[in-house]
């Protein structure tokens, strides 16, 4: 069965320091996301990418995030200076270009970990 | 306003009983539902999706309703096993939003042997 990989599966980082996480979304899916889930929380949206930009973005995905796909595969989530408060985990979802249900196809996830 | 409510409690049920788990909105006209699994530390799964103008889907041990007057959606186990153990979570998704999903807290479910 198809999958969404990510990586790193966990990382510590200092406050202020960049983050990169990566994911490979599945092969025929167009329409890629990131969410963020802080523990004990509801999964939050960060932005949708279609068509090699940005289609949707929430009030946290402010200027110290990024997202790009630097080639055919692979979809990163950059934080440019993070914070005690980006301490969550990060997941990558792909789906299909349909005219249908949006279903969502979720990776394992990205733990970062901020001191 | 605009919210979308789940069972804040956790459920514990015993093995073999049914689960029901329900989903609640206001102000949003979903075209469809979608009813996804995570487990701790792990992405949410997608389980089952039913449509605006569906009652019931059912797929294997799951049950699914749809009720658009009331707003709600009720997400059902039956013979529930301690493997079924995990957070629920439903979603609302229509073609207008920009393919965004809406999604719900959750609900914790454990199933005791």
């Known amino acids: 069965e198809p999958e969404v990989t990510q990586t790193p599966s966990h990382q510590v980082t200092q406050m202020g320091q960049e983050v990169i996480l990566r994911c490979v979304p599945i092969?025929?899916?167009?329409?890629f996301y990131w969410y963020r889930q802080i523990l004990g929380q509801k999964v939050e949206f960060l932005v949708s990418?279609?068509?090699?930009?940005?289609?949707?973005k929430s009030e946290i995905f402010d200027d110290q995030f990024s997202v790009e796909r630097p080639d055919g595969s692979n979809f990163t989530l950059k934080i440019r200076s993070t914070k005690l408060e980006d301490s969550a985990m990060y997941f990558c979802?792909?789906?299909?270009?349909?005219?249908?249900?949006?279903?969502?196809?979720f990776g394992a996830g990205s733990r970062l970990t901020v001191l | 306003s605009q919210k979308i409510e789940q069972n804040s409690e956790a459920l514990n049920i015993q093995e073999g009983k049914t689960a029901t788990l329900t989903c609640n909105y206001t102000n949003y006209s979903p075209a469809y539902l979608q009813w996804y699994r995570q487990d701790p530390g792990r992405g949410p799964v997608f389980l089952l999706l039913?449509?605006?103008n569906e009652k019931e889907k059912r797929k294997e041990r799951l049950k699914v309703t749809f009720d658009t007057t009331l707003k709600q959606s009720l997400f059902h186990i039956t013979a529930s096993q301690p493997a079924d153990s995990a957070t629920y979570l439903c979603a609302l998704d229509w073609a207008g939003n920009n393919r965004k999903l809406i999604w719900g807290l959750g609900t914790s479910l454990a199933v005791n042997p």
């Open positions: 092969s025929n899916h167009l329409y």
């Open positions: 979802a792909s789906s299909e270009l349909s005219s249908g249900a949006n279903v969502l196809t």
């Open positions: 990418f279609y068509n090699n930009e940005i289609s949707e």
């Open positions: 039913i449509r605006e």
